[in-house]
């Protein structure tokens, strides 16, 4: 059964850093891996898909990569902004689309 | 329509009673899924259609849970004789079936929120 582990839970840091959130997976025989993001009382958000046989995708501020040998995944943020504040939930995908999710990592963001 | 749409967005019920969560997917994809996100529990796969049939319904938790799709379309989730346990946000999402000529990228709506008395 595949299990999707996220660390840190939760991360708080001042406006302008760089950040890096992990994430694994235990079976590497993923077809794709999704990156959400989802604000308090709200749905979830698609910021990156990277296929299996991708190493990395980029979208402005964000980047994320994977490495599916070792089964870990990283969204990298670039000069956070306070607008960034949110959970961050990784989630890994079958041949068909099914997604197995992580917990989530809490970011926030200070001015 | 422009997004996943789902209905109602929230919904308080009384413990026994039915309750139905309408889905209406990003016209054009053939694939739909459900999701439960609880407290303590994250998100929890329920449900994949593709099309009219589903495939893999193995994350139903029990036979109060059903779900059905049709002209490969709308959905619609189903609990009957809700239990306290049952209160969570419902999420849908669609995507195109994952092929050579697609990501398989997941497009969630905003869930319906069901808290049962």
């Known amino acids: 059964k595949q299990e999707v582990t996220q660390i840190p839970a939760a991360l708080s840091v001042p406006e302008g850093e760089n950040l890096v959130l992990n994430c694994s997976f235990t079976d590497s025989a993923i077809y794709n891996l999704q990156w959400f993001r989802q604000d308090p009382g709200k749905g979830l958000t698609s910021l990156l898909l990277?296929?299996?046989?991708?190493r990395e995708q980029t979208s402005g501020r964000l980047n994320a990569s994977l490495d599916k040998s070792s089964g870990r995944s990283t969204l990298y943020i670039a000069a956070s902004q306070p607008g960034d504040s949110a959970t961050y939930l990784c989630?890994?995908?079958?041949?068909?689309?099914?997604?197995?999710f992580g917990q989530g990592t809490i970011l926030t963001v200070h001015p | 329509g422009a997004g996943v749409s789902q209905s109602p967005s929230n919904k308080v019920t009384e413990k026994g009673k039915d309750v139905e969560l309408r889905c209406d997917p990003i016209s054009g994809h053939t694939a739909l899924y459900w999701y439960r996100q609880s407290l303590g529990q994250g998100l929890e796969f329920l449900i994949y259609?593709?099309?009219?049939?589903?495939?893999?319904k193995s994350g139903l938790p029990s036979d109060r849970f059903s779900a059905e799709r049709t002209g490969g379309s709308v959905s619609t989730l189903t609990i009957q004789r809700t239990q306290q346990e049952d209160s969570a946000v419902y999420l849908c999402?669609?995507?195109?079936?994952?092929?050579?000529?697609?990501?398989?990228?997941?497009?969630f709506g905003e869930g319906s929120r069901l808290t049962v008395l």
């Open positions: 999402a669609s995507s195109l079936e994952p092929d050579a000529g697609s990501t398989g990228e997941l497009f």
């Open positions: 989630a890994v995908g079958t041949s068909y689309g099914k997604l197995t």
């Open positions: 990277i296929q299996s046989s991708q």
């Open positions: 259609f593709q099309g009219n049939s589903a495939p893999d």
